[in-house]
């Protein structure tokens, strides 16, 4: 037996609940959810897209480099490098907990 519509909008609502990431991400790119390119995308990637644009958002915000020219590609590596290792990697990643950012009320995570 197919699933009733009610029974879809509930896995919907509790997957973007469970995964706000995911949801910014599609919204970002316009994706469709489980379009064949959301099914192909890494949460790592997502992860790490999200870190990136939240470092870039604060970099600009805070004017912290005066000499940062757009599109040169330089703005991360004049901060002190961090080195880790694959497991402090993966515990990083064991440990996100993606509900623990903020929302505004339609949601979506405030950068």
Same mark, same amino acid.
């Given at each position: 037996?197919?699933?009733?519509?009610?029974?879809?909008?509930?896995?919907?609502?509790?997957?973007?609940?469970?995964?706000?990431?995911?949801? &910014? &991400?599609?919204?970002?790119?316009?994706?469709?959810?489980?379009?064949?390119?959301?099914?192909?995308?890494?949460?790592?990637?997502?992860?790490?897209?999200?870190?990136?644009?939240?470092?870039?958002?604060?970099?600009?915000?805070?004017?912290?480099?005066?000499?940062?020219?757009?599109?040169?590609?330089? &703005?991360?590596?004049?901060?002190?490098?961090?080195?880790?290792?694959?497991?402090?990697?993966?515990?990083?990643?064991?440990?996100?907990?993606?509900?623990?950012?903020?929302?505004?009320?339609?949601?979506?995570?405030?950068?």
């Amino acid at each position: 037996m197919p699933p009733t519509l009610e029974q879809i909008k509930s896995f919907v609502q509790w997957w973007n609940v469970s995964y706000p990431l995911d949801r &910014w &991400w599609r919204e970002k790119h316009s994706v469709a959810f489980n379009s064949a390119e959301h099914r192909a995308m890494s949460f790592v990637d997502m992860k790490l897209e999200f870190e990136e644009d939240i470092l870039y958002v604060d970099l600009r915000r805070r004017k912290r480099d005066p000499a940062y020219i757009a599109g040169r590609g330089d &703005w991360l590596r004049k901060r002190r490098p961090v080195k880790m290792s694959e497991g402090e990697i993966d515990d990083l990643f064991d440990r996100f907990d993606p509900t623990s950012y903020k929302r505004n009320d339609d949601g979506k995570i405030i950068l």
